[in-house]
């Protein structure tokens, strides 16, 4: 994925509660381009719940869609006109990477980062509408708080000496402050109710993911690994955790992620459409602890169960078994043959004065043991925006 690099710069702004949606719009500038696969003079993605909506680059100089649902939903005419203010601004960032340097007295043979970011906050209602519950416009120069606007008293924060410039110049301006604030509360939570409303239908005509538990002997003797695979998530909104008797175990424990990565791509490459993510811990065969898992998804619970013996024990124990079993069923046998034929000698001797025509009507007795069945060792680890031409 091409834009994976730059997302992962700046997801970490990025802080959702459980029950806060949030929609953000990423942009980022550098001075001159770079020779890194993925990473480009120019980009501009926008946010939905940490899940990447669309992207746009300086080389493709296209906005696409990264969800489905978006490409589904929207039209011809919405990826036109992103595309088109994704360019102008691609030009402004162009601009003011230059009147930043200046001013920050930087020369131009170093690589420099103008990133502008902004978004709004909704918080669910009982009616099932989204309340403003904040918003943000912020801009940072080479990975620094430069610019922030405060919706609370309409003006713009300068935490360093050469932002407050362009702070006096646009805090002159109550028309722009007031349309920041405006589009924050408004314009935003519109695009945040739709794009939530969008991909809510889209996820309920999706299947549950699937979740597969397993235990797997490592190459160190006398120790196991357990597993727990969750597959088919169509959101990053998933969390394995894994738990010993009562007691939730982090990686201080041991416990080891793959982190949250596609596991299924649309036709083209270019859209994750389903994620997943593996959790695991290293035990000794010989723990007698209680080892279970739970997956959360989209906040329910959808799996939960318990590592049971590793099957290697369970099918020693059901051989040793088996074996007492056969030995008891020899001797049985063996017993039964010795008995009869104690039975044979004894007949003999006493029917030694009678006709041959009685001793064909006097059968044999056949005594046989009940059958037992020898059980097979069972493997118990079964897998169980209309883009707003100023801001998008």
């Given at each position: 994925?091409?834009?994976?690099?730059?997302?992962?710069?700046?997801?970490?702004?990025?802080?959702?509660?459980?029950?806060?949606?949030?929609?953000?719009?990423?942009?980022?500038?550098?001075?001159?381009?770079?020779?890194?696969?993925?990473?480009?003079?120019?980009?501009?993605?926008?946010?939905?719940?940490?899940?990447?909506?669309?992207?746009?680059?300086?080389?493709?100089?296209?906005?696409?869609?990264?969800?489905?649902?978006?490409?589904?939903?929207?039209?011809?005419?919405?990826?036109?006109?992103?595309?088109?203010?994704?360019?102008?601004?691609?030009?402004?960032?162009?601009?003011?990477?230059?009147?930043?340097?200046?001013?920050?007295?930087?020369?131009?043979?170093?690589?420099?980062?103008?990133?502008?970011?902004?978004?709004?906050?909704g918080e669910p209602q009982p009616d099932g509408t989204l309340a403003f519950r904040d918003g943000f416009d912020q801009y940072s120069y080479d990975g620094g708080d430069f610019l922030s606007f405060d919706p609370g008293h309409l003006q713009w924060v300068a935490p360093v000496s050469q932002a407050v410039p362009t702070k006096m110049k646009w805090d002159h301006s109550q028309t722009l402050n007031q349309y920041t604030e405006g589009y924050l509360k408004r314009e935003c939570m519109d695009w945040l109710s739709k794009f939530m409303g969008y991909g809510e239908k889209d996820l309920k005509n999706q299947s549950a993911p699937g979740v597969y538990s397993r235990a797997k002997t490592t190459k160190t003797p006398g120790k196991v690994i357990l597993h727990c695979l969750a597959t088919g998530l169509h959101t990053r909104?998933?969390?394995?955790?894994?738990?010993?008797?009562?007691?939730?175990?982090?990686?201080?424990?041991?416990?080891?992620?793959?982190?949250?990565?596609?596991?299924?791509?649309?036709?083209?490459?270019?859209?994750?459409?389903?994620?997943?993510?593996?959790?695991?811990?290293?035990?000794?065969?010989?723990?007698?602890?209680?080892?279970?898992?739970?997956?959360?998804?989209?906040?329910?619970?959808?799996?939960?169960?318990?590592?049971?013996?590793?099957?290697?024990?369970?099918?020693?124990?059901?051989?040793?078994?088996?074996?007492?079993?056969?030995?008891?069923?020899?001797?049985?046998?063996?017993?039964?043959?010795?008995?009869?034929?104690?039975?044979?000698?004894?007949?003999?001797?006493?029917?030694?004065?009678?006709?041959?025509?009685?001793?064909?009507?006097?059968?044999?007795?056949?005594?046989?043991?009940?059958?037992?069945?020898?059980?097979?060792?069972?493997?118990?680890?079964?897998?169980?925006?209309?883009?707003?031409?100023?801001?998008?």
């Open positions: 994925m091409d834009s994976g690099v730059v997302f992962l710069i700046f997801t970490c702004f990025s802080v959702v509660g459980s029950e806060i949606h949030t929609l953000e719009y990423i942009y980022t500038a550098l001075s001159k381009p770079v020779e890194v696969p993925g990473v480009y003079e120019f980009t501009a993605m926008g946010i939905l719940d940490n899940e990447q909506i669309d992207y746009y680059n300086s080389k493709d100089k296209t906005k696409i869609p990264r969800q489905t649902w978006m490409s589904e939903r929207l039209d011809d005419n919405y990826w036109d006109k992103g595309t088109s203010s994704r360019k102008s601004k691609e030009q402004w960032f162009k601009v003011n990477v230059e009147i930043l340097m200046n001013r920050m007295n930087h020369n131009y043979s170093g690589l420099h980062v103008l990133q502008w970011r902004h978004g709004c906050q909104d998933v969390e394995v955790d894994i738990y010993r008797n009562d007691d939730h175990m982090t990686e201080a424990d041991g416990v080891t992620s793959t982190g949250i990565r596609p596991s299924e791509f649309s036709a083209d490459g270019t859209i994750a459409k389903t994620y997943q993510l593996k959790k695991s811990i290293e035990i000794l065969k010989s723990d007698l602890d209680i080892y279970r898992y739970k997956v959360t998804y989209r906040g329910d619970v959808t799996a939960a169960g318990k590592w049971e013996p590793e099957s290697d024990q369970v099918t020693m124990i059901a051989i040793v078994v088996a074996l007492v079993l056969l030995i008891c069923c020899i001797v049985a046998i063996v017993a039964v043959f010795l008995v009869l034929r104690y039975k044979k000698k004894v007949t003999s001797s006493r029917s030694s004065t009678t006709t041959d025509k009685e001793l064909e009507t006097q059968p044999l007795e056949n005594g046989e043991p009940n059958g037992t069945c020898i059980p097979e060792a069972e493997n118990l680890m079964h897998p169980n925006g209309n883009d707003f031409l100023i801001y998008q």
